[in-house]
């Protein structure tokens, strides 16, 4: 999943930096141009470097989880934990990869926030030195928030156009 991972966030990366910008120089009154060119850069650090380091931490939690069992596609449960706990490193069920890596790609997400913030900050920080840091934190958090939110709800929705999109039969489980 890093390489469908990172196509995705990379197709993201404009939107992002704009809702964020506008976010950032609102909360932190700059200047939208100078909000927009912190937030370029911070976020290509994070999609650059958090990532392959999300998705490398949820591989490492497969492994520690499940290791390389398959947990097969018997019952909701199990289709849950295959795509949670292996989202890194999907069992390749062709039958349910239409819906397995839009749920994957979104439960990748978690992680990617988690990273984006640290990295993002950290780099705002250094950018922004007159700004006091918790005024950078709180700004950054908070664009994040609503990034990732709109991340999620796209991601919620391609899943959910993938699976209305089969017949009823192969969306049960055990097909």
């Known amino acids: 999943m ?4 990172l196509y995705l966030m ?17 909360s932190m009154s700059l200047k939208f141009t100078e909000a927009i060119k912190g937030m370029a850069f911070a ?16 591989l490492g939690l497969n492994f520690a989880t ?6 097969g596609m018997r019952t ?6 295959a795509v949670t706990l292996q989202a890194a490193w999907l069992v390749p069920h062709e039958a349910h990869l239409y819906w397995m890596i839009p749920a994957a790609a979104t439960t990748l997400l978690i992680p990617s926030f988690v990273l984006s913030v640290l990295i993002e900050r950290f780099c ?4 922004w030195k007159d700004i006091p840091h918790r005024v950078v934190s709180r700004s950054v958090i ?3 928030v609503y990034s990732y ?20 039969g192969d969306r049960l489980p055990g097909k």
């Open 66 to 71: 499940t290791g390389t069992a398959d947990l």
């Open 10 to 26: 990379m197709l993201a990366l404009v939107p992002v930096v704009l809702l964020e910008g506008l976010i950032v120089s609102r």
């Open 142 to 144: 908070r664009a994040n």
């Open 124 to 127: 705002l920080i250094l950018r």
């Open 2 to 5: 890093i390489i469908p991972q």
């Open 43 to 58: 976020n290509v650090v994070s999609t650059v470097v958090g990532i392959p380091i999300a998705w490398a931490l949820m």
């Open 149 to 168: 939110l709109v991340l999620f709800v796209l991601g919620g929705i391609w899943f959910t156009v993938e699976v209305a999109s089969r017949p009823l």
């Open 76 to 81: 909701p449960l199990t289709m849950l934990a």
